[in-house]
């Protein structure tokens, strides 16, 4: 409110108007919009791709597309999720409108490589798409891309892997920037154990994405050589080795899980906080197990290659280290639910979406656990339940968390309140068509119907009627949430400065803030 | 669980009812622990909050607690799969196994090969698998054994089956369109019906003198009807129907040009598959098979090929 004669960010006009005024900014609110924009765009493509897999698997047989058609979309569906949504999602959206607030700066440290990594964001996501409208088969390899089969294939793989190497530098120059932002522009005052809990998760995240997205982008370019240039990495044919393959993708792509996961748990540790009206239990053990999950993250890969045939050795260490990531995990996962006790809680929208990724966490986790133990996960791997895990973790941590700072944040970020009773339904049938949906894999699996499988045996059907029944109510609660959201961001009554009582910075700040954030940068004691 | 199927079955179902039975523990209790707290400290039975910043020995506690738990768990898996990494023993009957795009392939130590994997009750069977393309993985989820099938290495897996049946055998890796296609039965016979099976050759002698019959098997045992229709309708490659002896359009070098489908064209197309492809059809999806038909075998599929296509050119 003593900001209130200084224009917002939303109004201010700068060089360019409309919507140059947006792609050309290098406000860090403004770019975490453009994000916000792109990012639910895909995902919306990248949900329905997912109702037309459920849709086919309904029954056995040809229900609405090919095998080739199926296989075409699952993939699509994959690099969609994983490298257009929940790789950038939380850092890239609420990170970058929420850490320069949080930590009292005026912007990122370096603001136009900020907007240069949107760019690099859209470029790539333009490059792997292409992929799908250039003469020929969209690539049919899954998100994976296991060697040799993608050399095999004469789909379109080559504009697929070349977006998700632009895409990964996009990913890295957001990490340098939030990394050196914090460690040159906290507010006075601000030491490292007073940040609060979501940047410190960015910060964790940030250090995964510099560290490991250099191997994939390297193993990408490896593979686009192997085709090209026909230099014998992967293909045995050409003298390579296809699990070598295997080791590189996952040493990126198992800490990607964490770059994923842990911006979603920073969210969850603002919101419970204050939405229990309390500051949260033993932060510096939440501080700590961030930094445990982003550094023993890196040296637990192996275990998706567990029935590749690894030696004895290695079989042995990944089992035993996936066990001991859970821990870190399970700390964060007690420390929520005692700052719920004793606490004073109000059962708002972001808190409902708060308490139900504590649910869906904990399923996700626990079935990990199941699949970290090598015998049952001889049985597991490649199968249905393998696919329920990922979802419950990627999908319902991932975006549980992001729904749950999507609605704590939004009347910050848009100065309008959503409509609550709305959000309330919109999350209750999604909650529900969730668990419908992806329940019912995990007794898929254990009954043994392989993943990526466009055609099944009759012993499978009733659990799969079960599941596409459950992707229908899933995406009529989605619909309900983004419409709300939408209508409330144009027209939705004022929102206060701080709505919710909360206590870090972003909440003494006008709603929406201004333009540099502060009048005066605030001193902290 | 507890069907005891195979002779691993047992191992792999103590670890998961172990550690299903630890996670439900920890599923519920912190699920109703959650839900209580939601109730009892609400702002309406609670209103004002009790500031507490955290408590040292308490985590501690839930850090020891979950480690022991989280290494009890893991040591069940460990100890339930040290016997799959174990030398199959010396008495097992070993089966070349060949995983392809998108079939699979059985052959004896007799020489007899089959679509589908027949095997005796009780007696170890080692699986010497291999890919002439690219990943696949053995799956046979009632014996709750699984491997990938790396092309360029020799894939081992033994098992031994406890009860007489017929179960699933699938693919579990991703290879490529027909993926969920690729999948068998095995049959677990009784020693003496398996004995019989084995020994017996007559079945396919007796099916010999029929024109094109031998022909016909060669074709089932080697998976080409993955690809291959015998009925005229399209799959990946051409179908079989009505091809011998007619004009087939095919691009040799990039031209197209119309060829014969004769005797000579059908065996080059079956050794060296890239050199003429029919239009419509994508290159590079056939292997050779020049290492694992001989002539005679070649001969045979022709002669079936004839029957498809209403007698000799
Ligand atoms: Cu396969």
Not at chain 1, 84 to 97: E, R
Not at chain 1, 237 to 256: C, E, K, R, T
Not at chain 2, 259 to 277: G, H, L, R, W
Request: aromatic share 16%.
């Amino acid at each position: 409110m003593s900001n209130s004669n200084l224009p917002n960010y939303l109004e201010y006009k700068g060089k360019y108007k409309g919507l140059l005024g947006w792609i050309f900014s290098t406000d860090h609110k403004r770019i975490g919009l453009l994000y916000l924009y792109s990012v639910m765009t895909f995902f919306i493509v990248g949900a329905l791709l997912g109702l037309l897999m459920k849709f086919e698997l309904i029954a056995p047989g040809k229900t609405i597309m090919e095998a080739k058609s199926y296989n075409a979309i699952f993939t699509l569906h994959g690099i969609t999720m994983i490298f257009l949504i929940v790789i950038p999602g939380i850092p890239a959206i609420l990170g970058n409108f929420f850490l320069p607030i949080m930590i009292g700066a005026k912007d990122v440290f370096y603001p136009k490589l900020n907007l240069i990594s949107w760019w690099l964001y859209i470029l790539g996501a333009v490059v792997a798409l292409s992929s799908q409208f250039m003469h020929g088969a969209s690539p049919d390899t899954g998100w994976t891309f296991y060697a040799p089969y993608s050399f095999r294939t004469q789909s379109n793989v080559l504009p697929a892997l070349i977006g998700a190497f632009i895409l990964g530098f996009s990913s890295i120059l957001t990490g340098i920037n939030f990394i050196v932002t914090m460690h040159r522009l906290r507010a006075p005052g601000m030491k490292w154990l007073k940040m609060p809990l979501f940047p410190w998760s960015l910060y964790g995240t940030a250090w995964i994405q510099v560290l490991a997205t250099p191997i994939i982008g390297i193993t990408l370019l490896m593979v686009v050589a192997e085709r090209v240039l026909n230099i014998g990495f992967f293909d045995p044919a050409l003298g390579g080795d296809p699990v070598l393959y295997q080791h590189l993708f996952w040493i990126y792509s198992h800490p990607a899980v964490y770059i994923m996961i842990l911006p979603s748990m920073g969210v969850i540790s603002e919101v419970i906080p204050t939405f229990a009206r309390k500051e949260i239990f033993g932060y510096n053990a939440v501080v700590i197990s961030t930094l445990l999950i982003a550094f023993v993250g890196y040296f637990v890969w192996g275990h998706h290659m567990f029935t590749a045939g690894m030696s004895e050795t290695s079989l042995f260490a990944f089992s035993f280290l996936t066990f001991l990531v859970a821990i870190p995990s399970a700390i964060k996962t007690f420390n929520w639910l005692a700052t719920l006790y004793k606490g004073s809680i109000i059962l708002k929208t972001p808190m409902y979406w708060a308490v139900s990724f504590l649910f869906i966490f904990m399923i996700g986790g626990l079935s990990g656990m199941v699949l970290g133990s090598l015998a049952a996960n001889v049985h597991l791997h490649d199968t249905a339940f393998v696919v329920a895990h990922f979802h419950f973790i990627v999908f319902g941590g991932v975006g549980f968390g992001f729904f749950a700072g999507i609605h704590y944040w939004f009347p910050k970020i848009f100065g309008r309140m959503y409509d609550a009773s709305w959000a309330d339904t919109g999350w209750l049938i999604f909650f529900i068509g969730f668990l419908t949906l992806y329940a019912p894999m995990f007794y898929l699996g254990i009954t043994g119907m392989p993943r990526r499988y466009y055609d099944y045996v009759p012993e499978f059907h009733p659990a799969n009627i079960i599941s596409s029944f459950g992707a229908f109510i899933m995406i009529a609660g989605l619909a309900i949430i983004i419409i709300n959201l939408i209508r409330s961001a144009k027209k939705g009554p004022k929102a206060e400065e701080s709505p919710w009582g909360g206590k870090t910075l972003e909440w003494t700040v006008s709603s929406p803030p201004i333009v540099e954030n502060f009048e005066e940068i605030p001193e902290i004691k | 669980m507890y069907s005891n199927l195979s002779n691993f079955s047992e191992g792999v179902d103590n670890a998961f009812v172990i550690i299903f039975s630890v996670i439900a523990v920890f599923l519920v209790g912190l699920t109703v622990l959650l839900i209580y707290f939601l109730f009892r400290y609400s702002e309406k039975r609670n209103p004002q909050p009790t500031p507490i910043k955290g408590n040292m020995w308490l985590e501690i506690v839930w850090t020891i607690i979950p480690l022991g738990l989280v290494l009890g768990m893991f040591y069940y898996g460990w100890m339930a799969w040290i016997p799959m990494l174990s030398k199959a023993p010396e008495n097992s009957i070993e089966i070349k196994t060949t995983a392809q795009m998108w079939s699979w392939k059985f052959e004896y130590e007799n020489g007899k090969r089959t679509d589908t994997l027949i095997i005796p009750l009780g007696k170890p069977i080692e699986l010497i698998a291999n890919s002439p393309d690219v990943l696949h993985s053995l799956y046979i989820p009632a014996f709750r054994i699984k491997r990938d099938i790396v092309p360029g290495r020799i894939t081992t897996m033994w098992f031994k089956a406890n009860r007489e049946g017929e179960y699933n055998l699938f693919c579990a890796e991703y290879c490529g369109l027909q993926h969920s296609y690729m999948k068998t039965e095995v049959k677990v016979l009784s020693p003496e019906k398996y004995d019989e099976w084995y020994i017996d050759t007559t079945a396919a002698v007796a099916l010999t003198s029929i024109p094109g019959a031998a022909g016909l098997k060669i074709i089932r045992d080697m998976g080409c009807t993955a690809c291959h229709s015998l009925d005229g309708s399209t799959l990946v490659g051409p179908t079989y129907k009505g091809v011998f002896g007619h004009e087939v359009d095919v691009i040799t070098n990039g031209k197209e040009r119309k060829v014969i489908a004769d005797a000579e064209y059908i065996k080059n197309s079956i050794n060296n598959p890239n050199d003429d492809i029919v239009k419509g059809f994508n290159k590079g999806l056939m292997r050779s098979y020049k290492n694992e038909l001989t002539d005679d075998e070649i001969e045979q599929i022709i002669l079936y090929l004839q029957t498809l296509s209403g007698g000799k050119e």
